[in-house]
Each structure stands twice: as C-alpha cells, then as structure tokens.
Nanobody
Framework: QVQLVESGGGLAQPGGSLRLSCAAS????????MSWVRQVPGKGLEWVSR????????TYLDSVKGRFTVSRDNDQNTLYLQMNNLNPEDTGLYYC?????????WGQGTQVIVSS
C-alpha cells in the first residue's frame, strides 16, 4: 500500500535547474524522515539528501551542498528536491525513499540527464 511516485526529471543543460517531486501515500508521511538517493552510471547508488519528519533539518551529500535543496509539504504528502546549477555528474535515476532502518520503501525513480 505504501507508494512513492517521483516526477519532474528530464533533460537539463549544465548550469540549469530541475525540481523533483515525490508523492507519498499509504503511510503517515509526516512521521518519517525521507531521503533522495540516486543511481549514477558507473558509480552505483549514492545518497543525496535527507530531511527530518517536520522538515526543519536537512543534510546533503557534500558534492550537492549549496546547489540542491530538499523540502517537504506534510499537508500534501510531498517531498521535493530543488536542483540548481546542475552538472553532468548529477545525471542519474533519482529515487525518493522512506528513511527508517535503512530505506524500506522506494519510488520508481525519475531520470535526470544533464548534458550539453
């Protein structure tokens, strides 16, 4: 019953921006930490960002600090990732995941391609 559905990916030029969304259902979204994780070709899975349940504490992979912003709207059961100043190394399949003992639920992912 738990569902996480990512959207907002696409093609961007280096230096461009994308805003990813993750629509959550089937659980009490406001009670959980949430993370963004990406599958990067040649690098495997890497954690990108985490936000606590109320949304007032965030953490980031060092390489995205200052460029990405994670946020959430608990009233709408939605997680966001604002990605600015994209570079080709940000290319990958981006997943949102519920954060418990590890990531117990994942969405299907949304593809981000950063290329000239």
């Amino acid at each position: 019953q738990v569902q996480l559905v990512e959207s907002g990916g696409g093609l961007a030029q280096p230096g461009g921006s994308l805003r990813l969304s993750c629509a959550a259902s089937g659980f009490t979204f406001s009670a959980y930490y949430m993370s963004w994780v990406r599958q990067v070709p040649g690098k495997g899975l890497e954690w990108v960002s985490r936000i606590n349940a109320p949304g007032d504490t965030t953490t980031y992979l060092d390489s995205v600090k200052g460029r990405f912003t994670v946020s959430r709207d608990n009233d709408q059961n939605t997680l966001y990732l604002q990605m600015n100043n994209l570079n080709p190394e940000d290319t990958g399949l981006y997943y949102c995941a519920r954060d418990t003992a590890g990531y117990d639920y994942w969405g299907q992912g949304t593809q981000v391609i950063v290329s000239s």
